[in-house]
């Protein structure tokens, strides 16, 4: 069998692969990914697997059909085997390859541009976030991590502080992340937020609760012995739930802001021994 014999299997085989695969793993398996539907950002890291999925699913696809066909086709055993026949470059099969792979990336990067700078992102962009709602629209929310719990300051409510954390539905939220010790880094999984918390830096992140349900919150940064105990549980509620719960805190925690520092959009760590 000549070689354009063999070409053509492997295509044709390619096709079909690729035709049943890609709409069962874009269509069916790529809305089922983590971290699903819980708000803006999560439900934009849903959309942006599916479409890496629907791309790669016929690469692999490719992969797979050419080294199967290789290994079944070209096999030789018994005293039959030895060195293969050596093979040489085609200027043909690394033009195409080069014009693929090209456009692919092109792709990646202009798709990749135009998602964060449409919704924003659950990843901590800094101090200054490049992409993000109109400034002054979003609910600000300060993160402090410190060993071995996240407390959450409201600059809007009077910088109280509190332990646990509610957010409104279907409102914006700028999260100010920090640290008062070490690393430490703030990690929703269900709203797609994962930003990390450094003594010293404010690490902003955006993300837009669209249903009314609990969510976790961990620390995915090893921060010393009880790392481990690092977790909490949120809530998203309704806004009228919010300010209730606002008001609520307020009373509780707002007689200890006085011993707090004034707030800052970052922290520095208090050393434990002076010298001199």
Same mark, same amino acid.
């Given at each position: 069998?000549?070689?354009?014999? &063999?070409?053509?299997?492997?295509?044709?085989?390619?096709? =079909?692969?690729?035709?049943?695969?890609?709409?069962?793993?874009?269509? =069916?398996?790529?809305?089922?990914?983590?971290? %699903? $539907?819980?708000?803006?950002?999560?439900?934009?890291?849903?959309?942006?697997?599916?479409?890496?999925?629907?791309? =790669?699913?016929?690469?692999?696809?490719?992969?797979?059909?050419?080294?199967?066909?290789?290994?079944?086709?070209?096999?030789?055993?018994?005293? $039959?085997? %030895? $060195?293969?026949?050596?093979?040489?470059?085609?200027?043909?099969?690394?033009? @195409?390859?080069?014009?693929?792979?090209? +456009?692919?990336?092109? /792709?990646?990067?202009? /798709?990749?541009?135009?998602?964060?700078?449409?919704?924003?992102? %659950?990843?901590?962009?800094?101090?200054?976030? =490049?992409?993000?709602?109109?400034?002054?629209?979003?609910?600000?929310?300060?993160?402090?991590?410190?060993? @071995?719990?996240?407390?959450?300051?409201?600059?809007?409510?009077?910088? /109280? *502080?509190?332990? &646990?954390?509610? !957010?409104?539905?279907?409102?914006?939220? $700028?999260?100010?992340?920090?640290?008062?010790?070490?690393? &430490?880094?703030?990690?929703?999984?269900? !709203?797609?937020?994962?930003?990390?918390?450094?003594?010293?830096?404010?690490?902003?992140?955006?993300?837009?609760?669209? *249903?009314?349900?609990?969510?976790?919150?961990?620390?995915?940064?090893?921060?010393?012995?009880? &790392?481990?105990?690092?977790?909490?549980?949120?809530?998203?509620?309704?806004?009228?739930?919010?300010?209730? @719960?606002?008001?609520?805190?307020?009373? +509780?925690?707002?007689?200890?802001?006085?011993?707090?520092?004034? #707030?800052?959009?970052? #922290?520095?760590?208090?050393?434990?021994?002076?010298?001199?």
């Amino acid at each position: 069998m000549n070689e354009s014999n &063999h070409m053509r299997r492997i295509v044709i085989a390619w096709l =079909v692969l690729s035709v049943i695969a890609t709409p069962i793993v874009a269509f =069916v398996i790529g809305p089922n990914l983590p971290p %699903g $539907e819980g708000s803006g950002a999560s439900a934009g890291q849903v959309f942006d697997n599916q479409i890496l999925l629907a791309i =790669v699913t016929p690469i692999a696809a490719f992969m797979i059909v050419y080294f199967g066909y290789s290994l079944r086709t070209f096999r030789q055993d018994g005293e $039959e085997a %030895g $060195e293969g026949v050596a093979i040489r470059g085609d200027s043909r099969v690394q033009t @195409w390859w080069l014009a693929i792979t090209t +456009v692919i990336v092109l /792709f990646l990067a202009i /798709f990749g541009t135009a998602e964060l700078a449409d919704a924003g992102s %659950g990843g901590g962009q800094g101090p200054d976030p =490049v992409y993000g709602p109109t400034k002054g629209t979003a609910l600000p929310i300060q993160v402090i991590g410190q060993q @071995w719990e996240f407390t959450y300051r409201f600059p809007s409510f009077g910088g /109280f *502080e509190t332990p &646990h954390l509610e !957010l409104p539905a279907g409102r914006e939220i $700028e999260f100010n992340v920090t640290s008062l010790d070490v690393i &430490h880094s703030f990690w929703a999984p269900q !709203l797609g937020v994962k930003a990390d918390a450094n003594p010293g830096v404010n690490n902003i992140a955006f993300v837009r609760p669209e *249903e009314e349900r609990d969510f976790e919150i961990r620390c995915s940064e090893l921060c010393g012995l009880w &790392h481990g105990y690092m977790f909490d549980t949120g809530k998203v509620v309704s806004n009228a739930a919010f300010l209730a @719960w606002i008001h609520r805190q307020q009373k +509780v925690f707002g007689p200890v802001s006085k011993r707090l520092p004034n #707030y800052q959009t970052h #922290y520095f760590p208090e050393p434990e021994r002076r010298g001199g």
